[in-house]
């Protein structure tokens, strides 16, 4: 999960925790751990490369894509073409 944009590391944070009380704040199975980044005062092009040439997961092979844009402000065109071109 890459969060992006002024105040994303709380997306982070949310992410972790979460992910964290699925197994009761204890070992979390490699299988089940969400690798989490944030990118607060980097350009979204650059978190786009970042997703399609250096993100990885330790036991478990990334093979789609999903982008959560909550703005609401309609740029899904355009960062879906940016993610595509990155």
């Known amino acids: 999960m890459m969060a992006w944009g002024p105040g994303c590391s709380s997306w982070d944070d949310s992410v972790d925790l979460a992910n964290l009380e699925q197994f009761n704040f ?4 490699d299988d089940k751990f969400v690798m989490t980044t944030w990118h607060e005062d980097e350009p979204v092009h650059e ?3 970042f997703s399609k040439f250096a993100a990885m997961h330790p036991t478990t092979e990334i093979e ?3 982008i959560l844009h909550v703005n609401g402000n ?4 355009e960062f879906t073409d940016m993610l595509k071109n990155a």
Do not use: Q
């Open 47 to 49: 978190v786009f490369e």
């Open 74 to 77: 309609g740029k899904a065109d």
């Open 26 to 29: 204890g070992e979390v199975p």
């Open 64 to 66: 789609n894509t999903l």
